[in-house]
């Protein structure tokens, strides 16, 4: 019987996609939705924590108005205490501070061949920021998750469609992952309140999972007994090969790394420019599922190991630094990190149905004068 059940639950999936991966040109709506968000300039790559207007910004729907005065934040289901506290009563909790590095799951999606229809990114879906607030784990100590819980769902006030299902954006988290003591829910962004379009009053920030997991706009916290399988849980956010795939769930930051392009870009085509001789080539790489171990520069296809720096905690971006001595003409340069795992960036795409993931290495073109 659960077979069955779960076949005819396959077969009627609804598309988290707006269509078949096209190679054709950008279309109206992708472009739209690339007006509506926002990627990070890379050259913020060289600072360590990236300015909130430079962060980059996913909103699936609309940016909700807050109103902090009368928000309140519920915490039940499965719970000997069930909550329901106020900003200012949050605010009274114990606070902790810690540097995350979010990034889409979907960045590196325009890249892609076919490309998958949904929020165009290039490579640009990232940023590292300090987010303080009240850990989650203290909040769910405090109403007493029951024995038999088996994960924890977020729902924010963000509304909407998709896939023509109506829904609030709501994601779900493992219990061993929110009993994690660096998963935070967070009020201040970079020493301030959240600005709206990064969830103010209130979000959720787990370090070392793609951004969809840390929802924005928080309204409740419902801890179940059974696997929730809503609509970014059960068929958004999944590697799929096809759209009938039942695929696998997204959770951790693939490893990554990126370059600050040098020199000076030409306006519309962004190809670099700079003079010959010395140049420090620099950027910054993460892994959500270990620390990052090494970092080369590929220049003219020679590969050559990158100088690592320590990171402000171990779900943070690393700088690295290599030195060139730029000889004229036209030049590739790119990029690529190890993790802890072992795991290496790939030289080529990572091709699946939502456009999830895609971690091959990064390139930059260049002419030196």
Known sequence: MTKQIYRLRQSTRPAPTAGEPTSGPLTAEELQLAARNHSMPLEALRQDVTPPGLHYVLTHFDIPDADAASWHLLIGGAVERAQELSLAALKKDPAITVPVTLECAGNGRS???PRPLSQPWVLEAVGTAEWTGVPLAYLLGKAGVLAEAVEVVFTGADAGIQGGVRQRYARS??????????????????????????????????????GMTSVKWLESIDVVTSPFMGFQQHMAYRYQDTADDVGTPVSRIRIRSLMVPPGIPDFFTRKRVLPHGPVMLQGRAWSGEGAVTGVEVGIDGKWLRAQLEKPAGPFAWCKWTLPWVADPGEHELACRATDATGAVQPLEQNWNYQGIGNNMVHRVSVTVE
């Not at 009993?179 to 020493?191: F, H, S, T």
């Open 111 to 113: 890249l892609l061949t």
């Open 173 to 210: 988290l493992p219990i061993r992952e929110a009993m994690r003591p660096d998963v935070v829910l967070a009020y201040q962004m970079n020493g301030n309140d959240l600005p709206p379009q990064h969830g103010y009053p209130l979000r959720l920030v787990v370090p070392g999972w793609y």
